[in-house]
């Protein structure tokens, strides 16, 4: 870029005319002990649980142990340079990151700094990290889908807009290929997407923004990412941080989604903090309040009403609701749910998706245990025509799975158990789905309602995907103004049930999968 | 340092209300700066500890150095000192109890470093403007450092008032920064 001089002078001019010369008071105490990126400071006795606090190197850092004598303060980013003896200021401010739609396209750190090289960025509203959730009274009920595009999700754990859904399985499950399919979904739907990635690898979280990129995905997605390589602190603030952006957009009547991925590193960040300041450990050697830390986190996520909407943008927005729906992910060692935080994060969650190594491993991808999986408030938010047809989809799954594990040792089977013993096996062959590729809600009725009605039944098993495929782009082309109609409307009846039949028909008919 | 601040306040504490009752907080407050300055000096840090001062001859060894300025009840306190290991606290315990003297009195120490000498009204102005501000007396003790180039900044307690050249520079430095 090329810099005019007066430009310089004139911007240098202007900083120091709005520069204060008035006299600075301020609380100050002295560094009594700087290790593990925790600052032990003697003084500050102003100092607010959770406030910014200034070191002498211009690094800052968080109030969270306030004891008599002394402070302590995990360092925020980069603790070389402060030393015994050094002053550290009081800011009066309580820890706040930079919210709005400035952030949306962009790669953050914990602390709302951009780390995508793009310049800065102009947010003009700060939010603090750490709010209440909305109370009983500014909440509605969840009645919209958050539609993820994903067959065995969409028909059989659907989610709905302000739902807490985990996701839960053991490394190598495909958590993260789920969630990073969901926001890809929400194209063109107008729902904004938080992605918080917490003590990963800075190249995973590269390869993430990448493919967000390639399908577009992040035009209205912000990127909040403390890498494995940042301080533990910016690893436990960095959910916190992303989830108040979120609450931006809920907050004025918008629809927003936010993965935190995952919980379980940021549980270990917050450990090693908590053990570093001393804080007595308990169970797996977490602190005491490793429940709240995330139940804080998860309840934040939530439809509010048009009252707390108006109030909240002094009468701007009126007639709006907001959501913030969150889908945490939480590895497990092993397929152990019953470990410390799976069950604290699972009890405080509407439900999970639980991601299976060995389905994963027999090529069912994504690897969903559909006996495992539930949503307890999704039901109420599914579309008419996906709720009706689901349905009959889970329970071929469901009776499929007993008779399978059941009939390896029989030889010879009557003829009702044969035929769900194939139902089952092509459903199940029907819900794979490759990565990247979400469906519409129309495409979606239209796989399940081939399912059901039989149409799946004289089809090889290894030929069900191929013969998906080929309708999908038979109805696309075909049924282009009825697909988009049920995209938009989701409504089912017997009009739209002998449209759809006699589209397939003539489909089969054809015969060219 | 935060440690020693929080094992010395039960001694500075029975010290003040022992010398409270007895009202005779000047003179407790001049033998404890006393003791506080010989327990700091280097040499003596060094006797105290050695491992083989055994517990009694520490604190023999202490009133002995503080040459008779001792009465009874503070040879006492050096001998309880001596006992629990806690001979190198005295600065702290000093300390405190000026801050819990102070507190009694409603005044507090606010210290003034200027980068010129202050006159006596220009600290009579400090002072009075300092008392509108803490609601409290204050008692100013002025030193003078030059690195400040202008201005003057005042201590009393954890707050601090910057008003010198040197940290409005600083100030302006990371405004520019930014």
């Known amino acids: 870029m090329q810099l005019n001089p007066t430009e310089i002078s004139d911007l240098i001019k202007k900083q120091i005319e709005g520069f204060d010369t008035k006299a600075e008071a301020r609380t100050e105490g002295t560094i009594v002990s700087v290790m593990d990126g925790i600052a032990r400071i003697h003084g500050l006795s102003e100092v607010m649980s959770g406030e910014m606090i200034e070191f002498s190197n211009g690094a800052f850092g968080l109030a969270m142990n306030l004891e008599r004598d002394s402070v302590g303060a995990v360092v925020l980013g980069d603790f070389k340079g402060i030393k015994e003896g050094d002053t550290a200021k009081c800011t009066g401010r309580i820890l706040d990151v930079p919210i709005g ?4 396209g962009r ?9 995508d090289g793009k310049g800065p960025i102009n947010s003009t509203e700060m939010g603090p990290i750490e709010r209440q959730a909305p109370g009983v009274i500014e909440r509605k009920s969840v009645d919209e889908p958050m539609e993820t595009g994903i067959k065995a999700l969409d028909a059989m754990v659907p989610v709905g807009r302000g739902q807490r859904e985990l996701i839960i399985g053991d490394r190598q499950t495909g958590k993260t290929a789920v969630a990073i399919d969901a926001i890809i979904n929400q194209k063109g739907k107008d729902v904004k997407c938080i992605y918080v990635a917490i003590g990963q690898k800075a190249s995973s979280v590269a390869g993430i923004v990448r493919k967000l990129e390639e399908f577009g995905a992040m035009d209205y997605t912000i990127v909040v990412a403390a890498n494995a390589s940042d301080p533990a602190s910016m690893q436990y603030l960095s959910p916190y941080a992303g989830t108040a952006m979120g609450e931006y957009f809920r907050d004025r009547g918008e629809n927003a989604l936010i993965i935190y991925d995952d919980l379980t590193k940021q549980a270990w960040a917050y450990r090693q903090v908590s053990l570093l300041l001393r804080r007595p450990p308990g169970r797996e050697a977490y602190p005491g309040d490793i429940f709240f830390l995330h139940s804080r986190l998860l309840e934040r ?39 410390f935080v799976p069950t604290n ?7 999970q998706i639980f991601l299976d190594t060995d389905l994963f491993n027999s090529g069912n991808r994504p690897a969903i245990d559909a006996g495992l999986s539930v949503s307890r408030v999704g039901g109420a938010a599914q579309t008419k025509i996906i709720k009706k047809l689901g349905g009959g989809v889970r329970l071929d799954l469901a009776q499929y799975r007993e008779l399978a594990a059941f009939s390896q040792f029989a030889s010879d089977l009557d003829e009702g158990t044969r035929k769900q013993l194939e139902r089952g096996a092509r459903v199940t062959a029907l819900m794979t789905q490759a990565q990247y590729s979400p469906l519409k809600t129309g495409e979606l009725a239209f796989t399940l309602f081939a399912a059901n009605e039989g149409f799946l039944d004289d089809i090889d098993v290894d030929k069900v995907t191929d013969f998906e495929s080929a309708m999908l782009s038979y109805i696309r082309t075909e049924k282009t103004d009825f697909l988009s109609d049920l995209n938009k409307s989701g409504d089912y009846s017997d009009d739209i049930a002998a449209e759809m039949k006699s589209a397939l028909e003539d489909f089969k008919s054809k015969g060219t999968w | 340092m935060s440690e020693l601040t ?26 404890l700066s006393f003791m506080g300055a010989i327990a700091s000096n280097d040499d003596v840090k060094k006797l105290l500890t050695t491992p083989q001062m055994a517990k009694h001859s520490g604190a023999d060894a202490f009133i002995k150095l503080c040459d008779s300025k001792l009465d009874d009840n503070a040879k006492n306190l050096v001998n309880i000192l001596a006992e629990n290991d806690r001979l190198s606290l005295l600065p702290e315990i000093g300390a405190l109890y000026e801050s819990l003297k102070d507190e009694a009195e409603g005044s507090v120490e606010a210290l003034v470093t200027t980068a010129k000498k202050l006159t006596k009204a220009e600290q009579d102005a400090i002072a009075k403007a300092l008392k509108k501000r803490l609601g409290r007396d204050v008692k100013l003790k002025v030193s003078v450092d030059e690195s400040l180039l202008g201005g003057a900044i005042i201590q009393a307690g954890d707050l601090v008032i910057d008003g010198t050249l040197k940290g409005r520079l600083s100030k302006m430095t990371s405004t520019m920064a930014r």
Do not use: C, H
């Not at chain 2, 039960?10 to 001049?30: I, Q």
């Open chain 1, 101 to 104: 739609p400035e952030l949306l």
């Open chain 1, 107 to 115: 790669v953050v750190d914990a602390l709302g700094a951009p780390i």
């Open chain 1, 301 to 339: 996520s939530s439809r509010v009403n048009a009252e707390f909407v108006e109030k909240m943008t002094n009468g701007k927005v009126k007639g709006k609701t907001g959501s913030l729906t969150a889908y945490p992910i939480i590895e497990t060692q092993e397929g152990d749910v019953s470990a």
């Open chain 2, 6 to 31: 929080t094992a010395a306040r039960p001694y500075a504490r029975a010290v003040f209300e022992m010398a409270d009752k007895a009202g005779n907080l000047a003179e407790w407050s001049d033998s």
């Open chain 1, 345 to 351: 994060v699972i009890s405080i969650t509407d439900g």
